[in-house]
C-alpha cells in the first residue's frame, strides 16, 4: 500500500474569479475566443502530456496561433502564483486576494452525473478589502472557531478570514466579507501571519501550548493571545448579527491581548515560526547560563519558561528568538467595532445606519486620517542562528509537533531544522521556489495487536511533502533521515497549501469526544480546478522489518475489501483470496486472514474449501519446524468441518428416502395419540393463529456454512464440539441437521452415520434433534404420526451411538441419556410436541430396558424400573399441562382485558408452588373477564348435568348478540375449563380459585384503581369462597396490604374539607377519580362485612386441609393464597365493626356528596382506634357518649335519609351524572339505604325511632305516600308522629284551598263554611316547605285517616284533626 492522492474537492467558476481579480489586466478578443475552447473544464486528464509538449496541437494550424495558445495556457496556470492564497484546515473556505481585492469561495455539495454527492468550491463573496488608499493585501488565513454548544462534535461554528495589508493594518472578516474589526498593531507592512491552535498532548511531559496569531512586521513580531481573540471575534460577530436584526447599542467587546516584540540582530526577515512555550533542562540552563553570563553566572532553581520564536532571511540565515515568559506585560489594545465602507456589504452599511454610525463625510474621513496609538515594541535580541552570508532564506514550516521545521533559500535547497537543538539535520538540494508541508499520521488500530506495547498510546508518523514547482512534482520525505516514500508528477502551477493548525477556541475539556475533520495538507490544480489531499499510509514509516509486517498488514486490508463488495464474482473471490493468504508472511496475519474470510456471508462454500485446502497444502510441504502449529490445526479443522457441511447438504437434497424397519411400528404410541387426539387438535387450532415474522428469521432459510463453521469447533482429540450459543442460532444448526429427517425428506440412519464419525457427541446431538422438535410444533402437528415415527426411529439411532446410553446402566437406577430427555420436556413451554417426545421417548427406554432384561432373565417376565416410573409421571404432568396451556390459549371476548396468552411448562408449575396451577387460571380468568356467577356456573357444571344443559342455554340467551365465534370460543372455554378441573381435583378446588381470582382482581384493581369493577368483582369473588378460614385470611390480607392506606388518605381528605372532596382532591390524595372513590368505599363496606361475618363463623367450621395432586407433589416455590390466608392471625371484631362504621360513613358521605367531618363524629379513643392493624386488641368506645357527639351523628343520619329520599324521586338522576352508577346494587338509589342508616343509628347510639319519623316525614313530604305508609307501621312514639303528620296535612290543604292558581268556586264557598279556628290555622300554614304540594286528594284524605287512627282522643290536636277530615271529604264530594 503506498502513498496516493486523493480528489476531495473541485473548484467551480476559476475562470470568474482570475476574471475579477485581473479586470487591469484584459487580454485580447482573439485570446478570450481561444480560452474559451481551452477552458477550464472538468475533463482535463490530458492537460499535462498538452502542457509538457504540444503533441496534441493541430498540425495545420499557424505559428502565431500556435503562440497564443501557449500564451493563453500559461496565462492558466500562471496567474495564482501572483496571488494571496489561504485554505482553511476544514476546507470548507478558500480565500484568493491580489492587491486591494477579493474573493471568497465556500464549500457546496452537488451530485454529479451518477448521483454522488461531491464536494465543490463555488463563489459566495467578492468585493474589495482595502480602505486605505495604496494599500494591497500582503497575507492572509482563515481561521476556523469552534462552536461552544455542548451537542458540538468538531465542526466549526465560523470561520474568520484574518487579512494583513501593506499598511501595517491587520483586519477580520466573516465568511460573507463582513468587516468585523481592524487593529494597527504596527504601522510597516505585514509580512506573514500564522496561526497556532491546541493540540491534544500526546504524551505526558508535552507541554500544553496555548492558542495564539503572530504576525511578522520587517523589524517586530506580534502575538495576540488565541483566547482574547476569540472572544473579541465572538462578541464582534454577535454585534454585527444584532445590528443586522434590530439596531441595538453597541456594546463594547473584550480588549485584545498581546505582545510585541522588536527582533533585533539580524539584516533582514522574511518568514517566522512562533514554536511556543519550552522548558529548557538542566543541563541547557546551565551551557546557556555560562555562555551568556561567563564563568561566574548564577543560576536560578527552576528553569525558565520561554517562548521560542524562529526566523528566516538573511545576516544570518536563520535566527533564534527566547522571550521569557513574564518578561514583557502584555499590551491591551481596544477593538474598534469595524463601521463598513461602501466596499464591505451592503446589508452591514443598512445595519450601521440603524446604530447612528452613518455620521457627515468630514468626520468619516477625519476618523478614517486619524490613525490609532501603535505601542512601541519590547526590543529582544537574537540568542543564535545559523549564519550563512550569501544564502538568503524565504520560508519556513514548523512540524506538527513543534520540534522540526523545513526552510527553504534563494540556493534552491530546503534544509531540515531541529529547533530543540538549534541546528540543521538534513538538506535536499534542487528544489527552487519550493512548497512545503507536513503530514503527521497515525497508526492504524490493528498495528498495534502485534506489538508488545499494546497498552501505549497510538503512534505517528511524520512526513515531510515538498513540492517543487520548477519540476512540477510533489514528494514525500520520512523524518528525519526516513527516504522518499512518494513522488507524484502534478504539474509546475499548483500551490501547495498547508494550515499548520486547526479550530481556535478548543481546550482539553471541550474538545473531548471530538473528530476533527480537517486536511493537513492541499494541492490546488488552478488548471483543473482540483483539490487533493495527500494519502500516506502509517507503515512507510517503519523499517524492513517493520514494513514486511506493514505489508501483510496491507493484504489483510485488501481481502477485507474484496470481502465487503458484494459485486465480486465467486471466481475473482476465490483467486484473490488464495492469493493474499499465500502472500501473507506473518502466521498470526495468515490466521486473522483465514478467519475473516471465513467468516464471511458473501464466500461460497466452495471457495472456502478450495482457498483452506491450497492454505493447509502449502503448509504441509513447508519444514515442519517452521509452520505455525496453530494456523495448520485450523487449516485441518475448518476442512474439517467445511467437509461435514458439504456432506449434511448433499444428503439433505438427495431424493432416496430409506424404508421403515419392523422397529420403526409406532405400535402403543397410537393409542396414546388417539386419547389425546382432540386435545391436540384443540391445541394445535389455537397455536397455528395468523402471525407476522420476518422472511430471514424464518426456520426454512438455509444455514449459511458460515454460521455452521461459528458453532462447531474441534477439540484437540479431533472430536467436534457445538459451541452453545443463542437460542436461534441452535435452533438454527438444529433445523439443518435434523429437519429434513422429521419430515421425512432425508435418509435418516445416513445423517446420523455421518454425523457419528464427524465425532460429535450423541448428547449434543440429542440436545440439537431436541431443540428442533419443540421449536417447530405448528409443522408437526400437522402430521403428527409421520413426524412422531421419524422422531423415533432418529432417538433408537442416537441411543444407539458409543456414549449414548452407558453399558453399565443398571434399569433400576435413572439413566442420564433418558434424564436429558425428560428434562428438556419438563422445561418446555410447547406443550404438545413435549408430550409427543415424551410418549417416543417412553416407548424407546421401555424397550430399550425390556432388551436389555431380556439379554439377562431371558423370562416372560416384565421388567420393573425406576425410569419408567419416571417416565409414567412425566407424561401424566404433560397431559395436564397440555390441556392448562390449551385453555389459556383461547382468545379472549372482545372488549376484555386481553393480553398475550401465558406460557406454562410442568417446570414453571412446579415453581409456581402449590398454587401455581390456579394462579394461571385466574390470571386467564382475569383475561377473560368472566364474571364470578358465570365461573361459579361452570365449576357445577360438571358436577350435573341437567345444570349444564340450563347454562349452556342461558349463556346462548345471554349472548345471543355476539358473533358465533365469540360463542364458540366461550363454549370450548368453558369445555376445557370443566376438563381442566377434573384433572386437578385438588389444586383447583372451587375455593382455592375463587381465593385465587380474588386475589388477581384486587391485584389488577391495584394497578388501575379507576377500574372499580376490578374490586367489586374481587369481593364477589371472595363472597363465593365456602370456607369462612380461607374468607377472613384473605379478607384480611386484601385490608392490610391494598385497601386501609386509601381509606385513611380519604377519611382525612374529607376530615380535612369538611365535606365530600372534588375529583382533583381525590386524584392527589386517594389517588383515583371522585366516582371510582365512592365505589372503592362500597367495596369496602362489603368487605368489611364478610371479615365480620367469616369471624362470626370461623369457631364453628373445622380449618380446611389443603392437598395437591399425586402427579404434582413437587411443586417448590411460593405459598399458595389460600395457604398463606390459613396462617393468618383472627381478628378483633369491634375493632372489624368500628372500621366498618366508618367505611359506611364515608360511602354515605361521597354518594350523597354531604357536608361532614366522619371522624369528628367519634371520640378521641374512637379516633385513636382508627387504621390499627385488625389483628391487635384496641381501647375502644364504650359506656354513653357526649349528647353534642350524639346530635352530630343524628344530623348527618337525618341528611342521608332526605338525601334518599330526594334521589329515589328524581327521574333525571341518573340521566344528569355522566355515567350510570358503575357497580350494581350500588348508588344513591339502593334501597338498603334506609335500613342502613337504622343500623348505623342503633351503633351510633342514636334513637332509631326519630330517624323512623323522619324518613316518614320526609317520604309525605316528597308525595311518596305509599312508601311513607309501610315505614309509618315501624314508628314507635305515634303521637310525636302524629302532630307532625298533623302540620304536613294542614300544609297540603292550605295549598290546594289559598295558593292553589285556580281557585275554583266551591273551594271558596268550602272555605267559608270551614269553622273559624280551622280556617285561621289554615291561613297560619306555609305550603312552600313542601317539596311536593300538588299530591292526589284520595292520597290526602288516607293520611287523615291514618292521623285519626294514631292520635289518641284525648290528644290537644284531635278536634282539629277530626275537623280537617270533614274538610277533606268536603272536598272529595266536590270534585
Known amino acids: 500500500m503506498s502513498c496516493s492522492l486523493l480528489e476531495f474537492c473541485r473548484l467551480q467558476e476559476l475562470k470568474t474569479v482570475r476574471d475579477y481579480l485581473f479586470q487591469s489586466q484584459k487580454t485580447k478578443p482573439v485570446e478570450e475566443k481561444n480560452q474559451t475552447e481551452n477552458e477550464l473544464s472538468w475533463e482535463t486528464s490530458e492537460w499535462e502530456s498538452a502542457w509538457d509538449n504540444g503533441d496534441n496541437k493541430e498540425e495545420e494550424a499557424t505559428s502565431a496561433t500556435t503562440v497564443e495558445e501557449e500564451e493563453t495556457t500559461g496565462q492558466n496556470g500562471t496567474w495564482l502564483q501572483d496571488c494571496v492564497v489561504s485554505l482553511s484546515p476544514c476546507s470548507d473556505l478558500l480565500v484568493v486576494a491580489r492587491e486591494h481585492k477579493a ?4 464549500a457546496k455539495w452537488r451530485s454529479d452525473g451518477s448521483g454522488r454527492e461531491e464536494m465543490t468550491l463555488a463563489v459566495s463573496w467578492t468585493g474589495t478589502l482595502s480602505t486605505d488608499e495604496g494599500e494591497c493585501v500582503s497575507s492572509s488565513i482563515c481561521v476556523p472557531l469552534a462552536s461552544q454548544k455542548r451537542s458540538s462534535t468538531g465542526r466549526p461554528d465560523w470561520t474568520c478570514v484574518v487579512v494583513g495589508f501593506t499598511s501595517g493594518y491587520v483586519r477580520f472578516y466573516t465568511e460573507n466579507g463582513v468587516l468585523l474589526l481592524a487593529q494597527l498593531l504596527h504601522e510597516d507592512p505585514v509580512l506573514r501571519l500564522k496561526c497556532r491552535t491546541y493540540e491534544i498532548p500526546r504524551h505526558p511531559g508535552v507541554t500544553e501550548q496555548h492558542e495564539e496569531l503572530s504576525i511578522l512586521y520587517p523589524a517586530a513580531l506580534v502575538t495576540i493571545d488565541g483566547f482574547s481573540l476569540f472572544q473579541s471575534l465572538r462578541a464582534c460577530r454577535n454585534q454585527v448579527a444584532r445590528a443586522a436584526a434590530a439596531g441595538s447599542d453597541v456594546i463594547q467587546p473584550p480588549p485584545l491581548a498581546y505582545k510585541k516584540w522588536g527582533l533585533q540582530d539580524m539584516d533582514t526577515i522574511v518568514d517566522h515560526s512562533s514554536v511556543g512555550i519550552m522548558t529548557l533542562c538542566v543541563f541547557d540552563q546551565m551551557k546557556n547560563a555560562s555562555i551568556l553570563g561567563g564563568f561566574n553566572a548564577s543560576v536560578k532553581g527552576s528553569p525558565p519558561a520561554m517562548s521560542q520564536y524562529v526566523t528566516v532571511g538573511g545576516g544570518p540565515y536563520t535566527g533564534f528568538y527566547y522571550a521569557v515568559e513574564g518578561s514583557s506585560q502584555p499590551l491591551l489594545s481596544h477593538v474598534a467595532l469595524a463601521v463598513a465602507s461602501k466596499l464591505t456589504s451592503a446589508l452591514f452599511s443598512a445595519a450601521s445606519g440603524w446604530l447612528g454610525w452613518n455620521k457627515n463625510k468630514n468626520e468619516e474621513e477625519a476618523v478614517q486620517k486619524h490613525k490609532p496609538k501603535v505601542e512601541p515594541a519590547t526590543p529582544l535580541g537574537i540568542r543564535f542562528g545559523l549564519p550563512d552570508s550569501r544564502r538568503h532564506g524565504e520560508t519556513i514550516c514548523l512540524s506538527p509537533c513543534n520540534t522540526l521545521a523545513g526552510v527553504t533559500d534563494d540556493f534552491g535547497r530546503v534544509t531540515l531544522l531541529d529547533l530543540a537543538r538549534g541546528i540543521s539535520i538534513r538538506m535536499w538540494k534542487g528544489y527552487r521556489d519550493a512548497q512545503l508541508g507536513w503530514l503527521q499520521v497515525p497508526e492504524e488500530r490493528g498495528d498495534r495487536e502485534f506489538s ?10 511524520l512526513f515531510l511533502v515538498i513540492y517543487a514547482p520548477r519540476r512540477g512534482i510533489l514528494e514525500v520525505w520520512g523524518m528525519q533521515q526516513g527516504p522518499r516514500v512518494g513522488a507524484f508528477t502534478v504539474g509546475k502551477h499548483c500551490r501547495l497549501l498547508y494550515a499548520g493548525y486547526r479550530l481556535m477556541g478548543v481546550n482539553s475539556v471541550t474538545s473531548q469526544g471530538w473528530q476533527f475533520h480537517t486536511q493537513q495538507v492541499c494541492l490546488l490544480d488552478p488548471i483543473t480546478g482540483a483539490l487533493r489531499t495527500v494519502n500516506i499510509p502509517f507503515h512507510l514509516a517503519l523499517s524492513d522489518k517493520k514494513s514486511e509486517r506493514a505489508k501483510d498488514m496491507h493484504l489483510l486490508k485488501r481481502l477485507t475489501t474484496i470481502l465487503r463488495s458484494r459485486a465480486v464474482e465467486p471466481d475473482i473471490l476465490e483467486s484473490e483470496a488464495k492469493s493474499v493468504l499465500l502472500d501473507i508472511k506473518h502466521p498470526a496475519i495468515k490466521k486473522q486472514a483465514l478467519e475473516s474470510l471465513l467468516s464471511n456471508k458473501n464466500a461460497p462454500v466452495s471457495c472456502l474449501t478450495n482457498v483452506t ?10 519444514d515442519p519446524d517452521e509452520v505455525d502449529t496453530a494456523l495448520l490445526q485450523l487449516c485441518s479443522s475448518q ?11 448433499r444428503l439433505h437434497s438427495a431424493a432416496d428416502i430409506e424404508a421403515c424397519s419392523k422397529d420403526d411400528s409406532l405400535e402403543g404410541i397410537e393409542d396414546e395419540l388417539s386419547r389425546v387426539g382432540p386435545t391436540l387438535q384443540r391445541y394445535a387450532q389455537l397455536t397455528s393463529r395468523p402471525s407476522v415474522s420476518f422472511a430471514q428469521d424464518s426456520p426454512d432459510s438455509p444455514l449459511p456454512a458460515q454460521v455452521f463453521l461459528s458453532q462447531i469447533e474441534c477439540t484437540e482429540d479431533r472430536e467436534l464440539r457445538v459451541i452453545r450459543g443463542s437460542e436461534t442460532d441452535w435452533n438454527q444448526l438444529g433445523n439443518f441437521m435434523f429437519w429434513g429427517c422429521l419430515c421425512g425428506k432425508s435418509p435418516l440412519h445416513k445423517v446420523c452415520d455421518t454425523l457419528q464419525q464427524a465425532g460429535i457427541s450423541p448428547q449434543q446431538l440429542l440436545s440439537l434433534l431436541l431443540s428442533v422438535w419443540l421449536q417447530r410444533e405448528k409443522e408437526l402437528l400437522q402430521k403428527p404420526k409421520e413426524t412422531v415415527r421419524n422422531l423415533h426411529t432418529l432417538l433408537i439411532a442416537l441411543s444407539n451411538m458409543t456414549g449414548a446410553v452407558e453399558e453399565s446402566w443398571d434399569p433400576q437406577s435413572i439413566s442420564p441419556w433418558w434424564q436429558q430427555v425428560r428434562c428438556t420436556c419438563i422445561q418446555s413451554h410447547n406443550a404438545a410436541a413435549a408430550l409427543l417426545a415424551a410418549f417416543v421417548a417412553h416407548r424407546a427406554a421401555k424397550c430399550s430396558i425390556t432388551r436389555r432384561a431380556d439379554s439377562k432373565l431371558q423370562s416372560e417376565w416384565e421388567a420393573v424400573s425406576l425410569e419408567l416410573e419416571q417416565w409414567v409421571v412425566c407424561v401424566h404432568q404433560l397431559e395436564d399441562v397440555l390441556v392448562l396451556q390449551t385453555l389459556l390459549l383461547v382468545p379472549p371476548p372482545q372488549g376484555a382485558a386481553g393480553g398475550a396468552a401465558a406460557q406454562c411448562s410442568i417446570k414453571t408449575l412446579l415453581e409456581g408452588g402449590t398454587g401455581g396451577i390456579s394462579d394461571s387460571v385466574s390470571k386467564w380468568v382475569f383475561r377473560h373477564n368472566l364474571a364470578p356467577e358465570r365461573l361459579k356456573e361452570i365449576l357445577q357444571k360438571s358436577e350435573d348435568k341437567e345444570a349444564d344443559d340450563k347454562l349452556e342455554q342461558k349463556a346462548r340467551e345471554e349472548r345471543k348478540e355476539q358473533e ?64 369462612p378460614h380461607i374468607q377472613q385470611g384473605i379478607s384480611t390480607m386484601m385490608w392490610s396490604t391494598f385497601i386501609v392506606k386509601r381509606v385513611s388518605a380519604a377519611a382525612f381528605l374529607m376530615e380535612k374539607v369538611g365535606k365530600a372532596p372534588k375529583d382533583r382532591l381525590c386524584r392527589r390524595d386517594v389517588g383515583m377519580g371522585d366516582k371510582a372513590v365512592t365505589s372503592f368505599l362500597g367495596c369496602c363496606v362489603q368487605l368489611l362485612q364478610i371479615l365480620m361475618e ?25 405459598a399458595s393464597i389460600a395457604e398463606l390466608a390459613l396462617e393468618q392471625r383472627g381478628v378483633h371484631y369491634p375493632l372489624v365493626q368500628h372500621h366498618c362504621l366508618l367505611a359506611s360513613l364515608l360511602h354515605a358521605a361521597m354518594t350523597f356528596s354531604l357536608k361532614v367531618k366522619p371522624l369528628s363524629l367519634f371520640d378521641s379513643k374512637g379516633k385513636n382506634a382508627f387504621f390499627r392493624d385488625l389483628t391487635t386488641i384496641q381501647l375502644m368506645p364504650s359506656g354513653d357518649l357526649d349528647p353534642g357527639l350524639v346530635s352530630l351523628r343524628q344530623e348527618f343520619l337525618l341528611r342521608v335519609l332526605t338525601s334518599w329520599v330526594l334521589a329515589i324521586d328524581d327521574p333525571h338522576s341518573s340521566a344528569s351524572g355522566t355515567r350510570p352508577p358503575p357497580l350494581p346494587s350500588s348508588g344513591p338509589k339502593a334501597d338498603w339505604w334506609p335500613s342502613l342508616c337504622l343500623e348505623l343509628g342503633s351503633l351510633l347510639q342514636v334513637n332509631p325511632d326519630i ?9 309525605y313530604n316528597q308525595g311518596l305516600d305509599l312508601r311513607a305508609e309501610e315505614v309509618m307501621l315501624e314508628v314507635e312514639d305515634k303521637d310525636v308522629l302524629g302532630s307532625q303528620l298533623l302540620v304536613l296535612t294542614g300544609q297540603r290543604l292550605s295549598y290546594s284551598l289559598l295558593h292553589s292558581q285556580s281557585q275554583t268556586q266551591a273551594a271558596m264557598e268550602l272555605l267559608a263554611r270551614l269553622p273559624p279556628t280551622l280556617c285561621t290555622w289554615l291561613k297560619a300554614m306555609d305550603p312552600s316547605e313542601l317539596r311536593c304540594p300538588l299530591v292526589p286528594l284520595p292520597h290526602t284524605s288516607r293520611l287523615v285517616g291514618r292521623l285519626i287512627e294514631i ?14 277530615l270533614e274538610a277533606v271529604e268536603a272536598l272529595t264530594t266536590e270534585d
Do not use: M
Open 1351 to 1364: 292520635l289518641p282522643e284525648n290528644h290537644a290536636q284531635y278536634s282539629l284533626a277530626l275537623h280537617l
Open 1251 to 1259: 330517624l323512623r319519623r323522619h324518613l316518614v316525614c320526609e317520604l
Open 964 to 1027: 358465533e365465534k365469540s360463542q364458540e370460543n366461550t363454549d370450548q372455554a368453558a369445555e376445557l375449563l370443566v376438563a381442566l378441573c377434573q384433572r386437578f381435583p385438588h389444586s383447583l378446588s372451587p375455593d382455592l380459585l375463587f381465593a385465587h381470582c380474588c386475589w388477581e382482581y384486587v391485584v389488577q384493581w391495584n394497578k388501575d384503581p379507576e377500574e372499580g369493577r376490578y374490586l367489586w368483582w374481587a369481593v364477589e369473588h371472595l363472597k363465593l369462597v365456602s370456607s
Open 639 to 649: 476442512l474439517k468441518l467445511l467437509q461435514l457441511y458439504t456432506d449434511i447438504q
Open 613 to 622: 485446502c491450497a492454505l493447509y497444502d502449502t503448509l504441509k510441504q513447508q
Open 103 to 106: 474573493v471568497f469561495l465556500s
Open 452 to 461: 508488545p506495547s499494546v497498552s501505549l498510546p497510538r503512534r505517528h508518523a
Open 1094 to 1118: 367469616a369471624d362470626a363463623a370461623v369457631e364453628e367450621v373445622p380449618a380446611p386441609e389443603l392437598s395437591v395432586e399425586e402427579a404434582w407433589c413437587g411443586a417448590e416455590g411460593p
